[in-house]
């Protein structure tokens, strides 16, 4: 006899077994798994708690809850996330968009007094820091580097669906490596940033299936961004700004090599967890 589930008696179900499997929040990660092949919200999901589900969605979600249980984010599980407003593809070429880095757009476009015409984002992954400031600031022209073709790609499919693609260059670049010294009057930047040990250290999902690329950097995760601080201000026009997300514990060691660089006006931040998260220099 088939069994014949209701949307809540799957979700009761689907959570029980993420629960067993170690998985954080496993009655959200339950409902977002199911609304997203319903094509629900999760608001919408509470009002169909009695319908029955039939076959053909049972066979469309339980796939999706056993990947979970793995322990694959559900970002790409469902193929997509939200970041500043836009609504972009994601997959394992490229990290997942994290509110962190969102934190980040914010805090950049407080600090452009000045509207910046041309940006940079070094190291784009899917595109989400370029597409950010494509659309806080209308008036600017962006370019964004990837040393993985891979993920360049994904930024351009991201780029092309949320119809920014006239206003964001996408370029395989490591960081500086092939741009022509030209003034930018922002560059932004989420480099890999945790140490080997780091890395090895972050849960199931990150080290699992997020690209190891983009987390792991050289010298206690300081290898990137020393570079990319090294070599911001030939391509930084006067007054322009340099913003960085790192590490929780690597500000001293940058904002001294900051101003080895010549910027004058250095800045610590943290993020919303109050974890020293964001550097900032300016010419």
């Not at 694959?72 to 836009?86: K, T």
């Not at 660089?261 to 800045?267: L, R």
Request: net charge negative.
């Amino acid at each position: 006899m088939i069994e014949i589930l209701s949307v809540l008696e799957l979700i009761k179900k689907s959570a029980d077994f993420l629960a067993r499997k170690g998985i954080d929040s496993p009655r959200l990660n339950a409902e977002l798994l199911i609304g997203h092949v319903l094509g629900l919200k999760r608001m919408q999901l509470y009002l169909q708690f009695e319908r029955p589900l039939t076959a053909a969605e049972l066979d469309r979600i339980r796939p999706l809850v056993i990947r979970r249980g793995q322990h694959e984010p559900v970002q790409y599980i469902v193929g997509e996330a939200e970041f500043h407003g836009l609504k972009l593809k994601v997959d394992r070429r490229a990290l997942i968009p994290r509110p962190e880095t969102e934190y980040l757009i914010e805090l950049v476009v407080a600090k452009c007094e000045r509207l910046p015409a041309r940006a940079l984002d070094l190291g784009t992954g899917s595109g989400v820091i370029a597409l950010a400031l494509a659309q806080a600031f209308p008036q600017a022209s962006v370019t964004a580097t990837d040393v993985d073709p891979g993920a360049l790609a994904l930024a351009l499919e991201n780029a092309t669906a949320t119809a920014l693609a006239d206003r964001v260059r996408l370029v395989q670049s490591d960081w500086f490596g092939t741009l022509p010294v030209e003034p930018f009057d922002l560059i932004v930047s989420n480099p890999p940033y945790l140490s080997a040990v780091e890395t090895e250290q972050t849960s199931p999902e990150v080290r699992g299936f997020e690209p190891t690329r983009a987390l792991t950097s050289a010298n206690e995760g300081l290898a990137d961004l020393l570079a990319i601080i090294a070599d911001a201000p030939r391509y930084l026009a006067p007054g322009g700004l340099l913003a960085l997300e790192t590490g929780i514990s690597q500000h001293p060691r940058l904002l001294e090599a900051l101003r080895a660089a010549g910027f004058a006006d250095v800045e610590s931040r943290t993020d919303l967890a109050g974890r020293d998260r964001f550097v900032f220099g300016r010419l």
